[in-house]
T-cell receptor
Framework: DTAVSQTPKYLVTQMGNDKSIKCEQN?????MYWYKQDSKKFLKIMFS???????INETVPNRFSPKSPDKAHLNLHINSLELGDSAVYFC???????????????FGAGSRLTVL | AQKITQTQPGMFVQEKEAVTLDCTYD???????LFWYKQPSSGEMIFLIY??????QNATEGRYSLNFQKARKSANLVISASQLGDSAMYFC?????????????FGGGTRLMVKP
């Protein structure tokens, strides 16, 4: 049973389209995240979300929006896709509370988005 | 602002030898946590080891150990007895303060290649 699952694994789309990436975790975690990994492998936090609070990295364009129907899901919606949005997007989850050796980020396998 | 730096874009190591991957950080907080993750070519992110700023001993997990030098603000990963399966990207990360979101900020990564 996959702990953090993302769909789709690959997504190819045209500029200007709107797309979503789904994420589900079965770990009972309280907090979920989205990270973006660019072509140079640099990982950048986009959002963290628990049932109380959404924290948005200030550099994330407002075309990106996380949507959480329940504690186990955090989907990523992207409007008006641009070439620069091409990247691998990782979903992750953790328990609420301070991240530590006992409370680590568990990542999904990533979703590779290609914008043509 | 918190910052993580990995100065080695790529490294080679001979199989069965030890290798050190460098990580320096910058923070004004007294309480912080440092993490290392491995990303093999398959793309998933695998947690390796954690060091808390107040931990008096260097963390160890099997063949992985962390050379934590607080005064120098460095948290280097040491892999002993390298194996071919250790070839991967390695990321150092630091926990942001709770008031900035319970998130990890990552360094740029080091690509390790193990030679047979």
């Amino acid at each position: 049973d996959t702990a953090v699952s993302q769909t789709p694994k690959y997504l190819v789309t045209q500029m200007g389209n709107d797309k979503s990436i789904k994420c589900e975790q079965n770990l009972g975690h309280d907090t979920m995240y989205w990270y973006k990994q660019d072509s140079k492998k640099f990982l950048k936090i986009m959002f963290s979300y628990n049932n109380k609070e959404l924290i948005i990295n200030e550099t994330v364009p407002n075309r990106f929006s996380p949507k959480s129907p329940d504690k186990a899901h955090l989907n990523l919606h992207i409007n008006s896709l641009e070439l620069g949005d091409s990247a691998v997007y990782f979903c992750a989850s953790s328990q609420a509370g301070r991240l530590s050796g006992a409370n680590v980020l568990t990542f999904g396998a990533g979703s590779r988005l290609t914008v043509l | 602002a918190q910052k993580i730096t990995q100065t080695q874009p790529g490294m080679f190591v001979q199989e069965k030898e030890a290798v050190t991957l460098d990580c320096t950080y910058d923070t004004s907080d007294q309480s912080y946590g440092l993490f290392w993750y491995k990303q093999p070519s398959s793309g998933e992110m695998i947690f390796l080891i954690y060091q808390g700023s107040y931990d008096e001993q260097n963390a160890t997990e099997g063949r992985y150990s962390l050379n934590f030098q607080k005064a120098r603000k460095s948290a280097n990963l040491v892999i002993s007895a390298s194996q071919l399966g250790d070839s991967a990207m390695y990321f150092c990360a630091m926990r942001l303060p709770l008031n900035a979101g319970n998130m990890l900020t990552f360094g740029g990564g080091t690509r390790l290649m193990v030679k047979p």
